[in-house]
């Protein structure tokens, strides 16, 4: 099977596993495990932050953001399509009490033009902004890369208002590949930032959230109440440490891969994409022109050796990762032109079926 559903299927490699088997570990709660110590630091230094938290999932590192920034009865501005809105099972009102202010846009990226007019100031009937979440890369988007000057212009008119800005950093190791700059210049001016460790990096659990030495003590006891204190988590953490150093240096290759999937199904009858907007591991493409649903579609790639999964009716998500090579796009291209031309022969073969019963009809 070729499992393009997401970069979180990824298998650890065997130097993860050997990293894993021998990592040195103590009670985490405690702050005892200094293979999760060491994590922490140099997650904190890629970042550019003062200090940063392991958590065990992207989510929970987003829900945490979002409590640090927030009281019960605020607003959040995100983008219409965000995860921590659409994926992350409401958690923003769940465990911050709060209300996304979604904001819509065209790929999943905000400028600040768009999230001045849905900026709520308090009063006597309105929750009051303090909050703007950003993704980048973003996902649903079509792995999207934030432009640095819109990045750093939300998070200074942010400021200036007294606002925060959280980047939902999944895959920013993707941003900063793409884009050629580093985290910490990306991230520079946002309070905090979370990237997975599990997603493009290549480990098996893990994300980590990243801010200020006072916002990730917070962050630490938030962490527990959640249930996310893991105690001897240095067997995970030496996994993330290994994706976190040699990974990176890999990403392109996922980049090009999404790319070569992308231009092989720009040239498919029924399917839509512009290959130009791919710029990191993600491609979404509409299958609409083909008229079967995206379960349908997943059904004919899954018979033929490939997994991915439809967003919505009419959207199917490809994610190219480390356990994706550049000959499986190949054969993943030609498994798509054969389902596109069966589904394009099928049509024409309905049609001409359905002419010909009408003629006999006299119709
Ligand atoms: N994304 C998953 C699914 O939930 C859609 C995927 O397969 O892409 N932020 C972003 C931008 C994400 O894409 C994800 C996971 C998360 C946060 C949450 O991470 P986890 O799955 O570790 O909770």
């Not at 409590?67 to 983008?79: A, N, P, Q």
């Not at 499986?328 to 079926?353: H, M």
Request: glycine residues 10%; proline residues 4%.
């Amino acid at each position: 099977m070729i499992d393009l559903r997401s970069d979180t299927v990824t298998k650890p490699n065997q130097k993860m596993r050997a990293a894993m088997a021998a990592a040195e570990v103590g009670d985490d709660v405690y702050g005892e495990d200094p293979t999760v110590n060491r994590l922490e630091e140099r997650a904190a230094e890629v970042c550019g932050k003062q200090a940063a938290l392991f958590v065990p999932t992207g989510t929970m590192g987003n829900t945490i953001a979002i409590k640090l920034h927030t009281k019960h009865g605020e607003e959040v501005i995100c983008d219409a399509r965000a995860h921590v809105m659409d994926w992350e099972l409401a958690m923003m009102a769940w465990f911050s009490g709060c209300l996304a202010r979604p904001v819509p846009t065209l790929n999943g990226i905000l400028t600040w033009k768009q999230i001045e007019p849905a900026l709520r100031p308090k009063g006597p009937h309105n929750a009051p902004t303090t909050l703007i979440s950003l993704e980048d890369t973003h996902n649903m988007g079509g792995g999207t890369v934030y432009p640095q000057h819109d990045m750093d212009e939300i998070c200074a008119e942010a400021h200036t208002r007294g606002l925060r800005v959280h980047v939902d950093g999944a895959r920013v190791f993707n941003a900063s590949v793409a884009s050629g700059t580093p985290v910490a210049r990306i991230v520079r001016d946002a309070d905090t930032v979370m990237f997975c460790l599990s997603k493009a990096l290549g480990a098996p659990v893990g994300s980590m959230l990243a801010g200020s030495a006072e916002a990730i003590a917070d962050a630490r006891l938030y962490r527990k109440r959640l249930g996310g204190g893991m105690r001897q988590a240095g067997v995970l953490a030496a996994a993330g440490l290994v994706g976190l150093e040699d990974s990176p240096a890999r990403l392109a290759e996922d980049h090009r891969n999404a790319r070569l999937l992308a231009e092989g199904l720009a040239e498919l009858p029924g399917i839509a994409v512009d290959a130009a907007l791919v710029q990191t591991n993600i491609v979404i493409f509409d299958i609409t022109g083909l008229g079967i649903t995206t379960a349908e579609f997943s059904k004919r790639l899954k018979a033929r050796g490939v997994l991915a999964n439809g967003i919505n009716a009419s959207h199917m998500r490809m994610v190219t990762h480390v356990d994706v090579t550049r000959a499986d796009c190949e054969r993943v291209v030609g498994v798509l032109s054969e389902i596109s031309e069966n589904v394009s022969r099928q049509k024409s073969r309905a049609t001409n079926e359905h002419d010909y019963t009408r003629m006999q009809a006299g119709g």
